[in-house]
């Protein structure tokens, strides 16, 4: 059963706990559903449907009237599968509109669209419902990324994505450098499969303080010769790990980042020199 328990549903509302059960028992809303143990847990939407029309009226008995005839709350990761299902793009786009609302444009590809479309992923094949959703985020992050503002650090960052293609692994990599991108840095991405002869070109163009290595699609040794080549070029860049492109071999001097876009980013901000090899 996914619910939020009593005091973290008051937390976010901020008020007692006793508050919000009070309101429960006059207005029978939010109403929560009870654990095996009996724990009431509470629907997300409903809480933050709640806590966002409590801002606007400032009011009990208006915001939870309010709240209720909203019916389904913000958008949230389930309702965006259920459009992904119904190859409702036209619903999708407003569920992440009105994401975005609510949420950061990094909370809400987090928080909606990577969980969404990891919903309809299965290990043994591609449904249609998985590609369909893949191939609305990929287009949605590309029209941000290009709607980025110009980059304000002096850090740069190259991004190796080895993820075969419609792969999670893939998206993952292209929200790295949509996140990457509104933290003002400049990125570039490229496949492993380029001339290494030309390599040292984009190195010296971009000049980067990072270079990050995604997906798994390149085998150890690849993985090694990739390295030689870059830091053949560039014997002071820091190279990283993003969702285990590298095996884990314990002698690695290879950083390795959070699995998530925007853990990942705050990583790749700090200095590099500060940085721990993990």
């Known amino acids: 059963m996914n619910g939020i328990r009593t005091n973290a549903a008051a937390v976010m509302l901020g008020v007692s706990p006793n508050t919000l059960r009070s309101w429960e028992r006059r207005y029978s809303f939010p109403q929560p559903q009870r654990s ?130 419609g792969s999670l692994d893939a998206l993952h990599a292209q929200a790295l450098e949509l996140v990457l991108r509104r933290a003002g840095m400049r990125t570039l991405s490229l496949s492993p499969a380029i001339d290494r002869g030309r390599l040292g070109r984009a190195l010296r163009a971009l000049a980067p303080s990072g270079v990050v290595l995604s997906g798994s699609g390149l085998p150890l040794d690849e993985i090694a010769r990739l390295i030689y080549a870059v830091r053949s070029s560039a014997p002071a860049v820091t190279v990283f790990d993003y969702r285990s492109a590298m095996p884990d071999t314990g002698a690695s001097t290879i950083c390795r980042l959070g699995d998530r876009p925007t853990a990942a980013c705050a990583e790749l901000l700090a200095p590099v020199s500060g940085m721990a090899l993990r």
Do not use: C
């Not at 609302?101 to 590809?109: C, P």
């Not at 249609?128 to 191939?135: A, L, M, Q």
């Open 36 to 165: 095996p143990g009996g724990h009431r847990q509470y629907a997300l939407a409903q809480i933050e449907a709640l806590k966002l029309t409590l801002a606007e009226t400032h009011n009990v008995s208006s915001a939870i009237s309010l709240a209720r005839e909203r019916g389904e709350g913000p958008s949230s990761a389930t309702r965006l599968v259920s459009a992904f299902a119904a190859f409702d793009e036209d619903r999708a786009n407003r569920l992440l509109e009105e994401s975005l609302t609510l949420r950061s444009v990094e909370r809400t590809v987090e928080e909606l669209l990577l969980a969404a479309v990891t919903e309809h992923a299965d290990v043994e094949h591609t449904s249609v419902e998985y590609e369909f959703g893949w191939r609305h985020a990929t287009g949605w992050m590309s029209a941000l990324k290009r709607l980025s503002p110009p980059a304000t650090r002096a850090d740069s960052i190259l991004i190796f994505d080895a993820s075969a293609p």
